[in-house]
C-alpha cells in the first residue's frame, strides 16, 4: 500500500473533521473523556491546527484515498510534537500510521527529538509507538476514571 503525505489546507478541514470523528468515536465511547478526545472538538480546532504557524496538518493518502491525519508542531525548532493523528477505523492495523510516523520524520531532519502522547488503555498505540523507537518518558496523566495518557519521546541523531 502506497502512502503518502499532503499539507493539508482550510479546504481539507471538514475531511479531516469527519475522519477525526470517525476515528476517535470509539474511543470516545469506551473511555468518555468528553475534555480532551479529538471527537469532541469543533471543526475550528481543526481549522486551527491546519492554519498553525508552528507547524499544520497533514493528510495521510493511501492508495489515492485520504484515509487519516497527522498534526505536527514544534516547540522549538528542533523538538517536534505529534498530536493528533489518526486512521479512518477500517484502515487501521495496516501499516499506515507506522509509514505516515516516517514521512513525517523524514520531511524534518533537523528534529532532534519528537513526542506524542497516547491512551495508556490502548495497547496497540503503545506497541505501534515503542516498536518504532519511541521511548516512555516516565509521565502520565489520569483523564478520569476509564483513561490515563501516557507520553512517549524519540530522541534522533
Given at each position: ?15 479531516i ?17 468528553y ?22 496538518f ?18 522549538e ?27 513525517i ?10 513526542e ?26 489520569k ?15
Open positions: 500500500m502506497k502512502v503518502i503525505l499532503e499539507k493539508a489546507t482550510a479546504n481539507n478541514a471538514k475531511e473533521f469527519d475522519i477525526q470523528v470517525e476515528a476517535f468515536m470509539p474511543l470516545l465511547d469506551k473511555y468518555k473523556d475534555e480532551s478526545n479529538p471527537a469532541n472538538e469543533s471543526i475550528e480546532k481543526v481549522v486551527s491546527r491546519i492554519n498553525r504557524p508552528d507547524g499544520g497533514y493528510k495521510i493518502v493511501a492508495d489515492n484515498k485520504l484515509v487519516g491525519a497527522i498534526c505536527i508542531f514544534t516547540n525548532e528542533t523538538q517536534f510534537w505529534i498530536s493528533p493523528m489518526f486512521i479512518l477505523p477500517t484502515y487501521q492495523g495496516k501499516g499506515i500510521a507506522q509509514k505516515a510516523i516516517q514521512l520524520e523524514d520531511m524534518f531532519p533537523q528534529a532532534t527529538s519528537w506524542l502522547a497516547t491512551l495508556l488503555e490502548e495497547e496497540r498505540n503503545c506497541y505501534l509507538y515503542e516498536k518504532i523507537g519511541y521511548k516512555k518518558t516516565g509521565i502520565t496523566k483523564l478520569n476514571d476509564n483513561a490515563t495518557l501516557i507520553f512517549y519521546k524519540k530522541r534522533c541523531n
